[in-house]
């Protein structure tokens, strides 16, 4: 089946093939992505630097930055690309055709004891990430220091420029993409681009898929609890247990997350960081997260986080406080002591988080947004939650909270309010367009029409849910109401790995619910739910599709084992994509026109010493504290369970049925 979209808002008509009709056979070994040059145009290739451990306390990972490469090597290294871009004839090119302009320093910053912030996660004490940068074509610094390609054309057989319908997209293909600086100029057919933009560098060719950039909306940590000694169990007692797992340097742990991100395709994210209760987010806790994300080049919303009560429990005998006073004695005094730190007044927590606003509107970077996100309606008092609306209004930043995750917190709901969380924040004022709420797994049937009416978007985190055992959210219901979905890792998913790809096959094969009337995602749903519902959650206009006007983050998907051995060509791309595609099938990932991986090669993070140092940093004992926490936890679990044993079948009638007795 073939349309005619309407014409697309730049003018150009682009054609719209839904499904694409036409697929070529796949080869068995793709190329490389190639970069095309006249012939007349010379190869460059940037100097490669490999950093050496410092002898600095634990917290600093690279102090300096060695180049440690002969020139054979490096000889070897610069023809064996030559060879890859058949548009140079076979010309051989020596190191010294490498110009300073084209290299980036990438030596350590670090400040003495006094340094101030000159920006926010930049020059603080602590790691620097080492980079071994393979520095493309025409590229150069732009303001904010990134190697980029000046300009060039992203090619693939497909290029799935935006999904417009439950089955339909708009798909080029033997399409194209024209991007400078980080701006995408066009998108048409490859021929009519080339024509146009005849010197500048091709990227990817015939055997592979253009797809936007995945966005991961509802982000924690990178390291899971799991892979830090806490076992899975159902949230309300996984949330006692994760307190006793290791500890993991800040900076290290998020950039090893957006490593595992970029690796599987994520462009932005979305990190909504865990505080204790009265815990001030601010801009030193801020420092080390935005940090790990702009040395990755990664695209980060920041969540300012609060929490000023109910940092444990909810359910439907109570809170903390409830829980805590019927704890015995010894053991109620060791969880207090160690689990509520000194009080910080509501409005302090305020005043943090609206300080951290302005400071990351003030650094004016294009990769950067701040987003609000009071941690959950029962951790938050009424004061905090309207005072968290009102800083959103005054300063346009969207809202992520948490709502509904568990049946028990919607019983808290109804035991505190006499209604549900969600229905207490509508009687706040606090839902609208600008409000994300993260998994919305307990929602009622008024809930979904409060959701509608209110155009409050919903964060799916669905193997999360799976893992901690929390439910599974009414997706199918949801879209039927036309509320907009986001996509999340949360904090444990399937492999720990963060892998969005395999997020995207498990929604739209987990809401198949039995029976021929029911309906379930489409592939060109939750596509979209994981580009441009998770790019507006996330506080990002301009990212989530491939247009004009849009910036350049995009991912180029081999084809390879997507079609291998055989695959219809009457089967849609973006069905092929969503159904069929895994990590290994990332080849290259740009973000602002930057090549953050190329290859399966990442230019930014040195991914093995990354791996050592996150391992020698782990392989330790426990530490008292640790320690403290990790036996602490294990004597709360009976009372935790004895607290939660109550009924909860009149507040857990499902809206759907997988199976019966």
């Known amino acids: ?143 904010a220091g990134e190697m980029q390609m000046a300009s060039s054309l992203i090619r693939g057989r497909y290029v799935i420029s935006r999904v417009t319908g439950a089955t339909s997209a708009v798909v080029i293909p033997d399409g194209a993409v024209a991007q400078r600086d980080g701006l995408i100029l066009a998108v048409g057919t490859y021929a009519d681009l080339k024509a146009r933009y005849p010197t500048d560098p091709v990227l990817g060719g015939p055997e592979f898929v253009v797809v936007p950039g995945l966005v991961n909306d509802h982000f924690h940590v990178g390291l899971t609890p799991f892979q830090l000694g806490a076992p899975d169990l159902p949230l309300e007692l996984w949330s006692f247990a994760r307190l006793g797992a290791k500890e993991v340097d800040t900076y290290l742990d998020h950039l090893y997350g957006a490593m595992l991100m970029i690796e599987s395709g994520t462009t932005t994210v979305q990190v909504l960081p865990t505080i204790m209760r009265h815990t001030r987010f601010d801009a030193e806790a801020a420092a080390p997260i935005l940090r790990a994300y702009r040395e990755a080049g990664m695209r980060l919303s920041c969540g300012i986080t609060a929490v000023d009560q109910n940092a444990f429990i909810a359910g439907p005998q109570g809170g903390d406080n409830e829980f805590f006073d019927r704890l015995p004695g010894d053991l109620a005094s060791r969880a207090r002591a160690l689990l509520v730190p000194a009080s910080c007044p509501t409005s302090d927590l305020v005043a943090a988080a609206e300080e951290l606003i302005v400071r990351i509107s003030e650094e004016k970077d294009p990769r950067l947004r701040a987003v609000l996100a ?187 084992h997507i079609e291998e051995p055989y695959l219809d060509e009457g089967v849609p791309i973006v069905d092929a994509v969503v159904h069929r595609a895994r990590v290994l099938d990332v080849d290259t990932v740009l973000i602002d026109g930057e090549l953050v991986m190329q290859g399966r090669r990442l230019t930014r993070i040195d991914r093995s010493t990354l791996l050592k140092e996150l391992g020698k940093a782990l392989n330790r004992p426990l530490r008292p504290r640790e320690t403290e926490r990790r036996e602490l936890a294990s004597a709360l679990e009976p009372h935790l369970r004895r607290f939660y044993a109550e009924p909860i079948d009149a507040v857990a009638t499902p809206h759907a049925c997988y199976n019966a007795r």
Not at 63 to 78: F, G, M, P
Not at 523 to 541: D, I, K, P, S
Request: with cysteine; proline share 7%; charged share 25%.
């Open 374 to 560: 009071p941690s959950n309606v029962h951790r938050c008092s009424d004061a905090l939650l309207v005072a968290f609306k009102a800083l959103a209004v005054r300063h346009r930043t969207n809202i992520h909270i948490h709502l509904q995750e568990t049946v028990y917190q919607k019983a808290y709901g109804l035991r505190k309010w006499g209604r549900t969380p969600l229905a207490h924040l509508d009687e706040l004022g606090f839902l609208g367009p600008d409000v994300t709420c993260g998994h919305g797994v307990w929602l009622t049937e008024d809930d979904i029409d409060l959701l509608a009416r209110t155009r409050t978007s919903i964060c799916h985190n669905a193997s999360s849910n799976l893992r901690v055992q929390s439910g599974i959210a009414p997706i199918g219901r949801l879209l039927q109401v036309g509320i907009r979905i986001a996509l999340g890792s949360d904090e444990a998913g399937l492999n720990d790995d963060k892998d969005l790809i395999q997020e995207m096959r498990l929604v739209l094969k987990l809401h198949r619910v039995p029976g021929i009337a029911s309906t379930a995602p489409t592939a060109h749903q939750v596509l979209e739910m994981a580009t441009v519902n998770g790019a507006r959650a996330a506080g990002f206009g301009d990212v989530g599709t491939l247009e004009p006007g849009q910036r350049a983050d995009m991912v180029l998907l081999s084809l390879r």
């Open 1 to 143: 089946m073939a349309g005619t979209a309407a014409p697309p808002p730049w003018g150009r008509s682009v054609p719209e093939i839904v499904p694409v009709g036409f697929r070529a056979a796949s080869r068995r070994s793709p190329p490389p992505v190639t970069l095309e040059r006249s012939k007349t145009e010379r190869l460059r290739c940037p100097e490669s630097w490999i950093a050496t451990r410092s002898e600095t306390p634990a917290r600093t990972m690279f102090r300096t930055a060695v180049r440690r490469r002969s020139i054979d090597h490096e000889q070897r290294v610069v023809r064996s690309r030559a060879r890859a871009a058949p548009d140079l004839g076979g010309e051989d090119v020596g190191p010294g055709d490498c110009p300073q302009s084209a290299r980036r320093n990438v030596a350590s910053r670090t400040d003495g004891a006094g340094g101030g912030l000159e920006h926010l996660g930049d020059r603080t004490p602590g790691h620097t990430v080492a980079q071994v940068l393979r520095c493309p074509l025409q590229s150069t610094p732009n303001a």
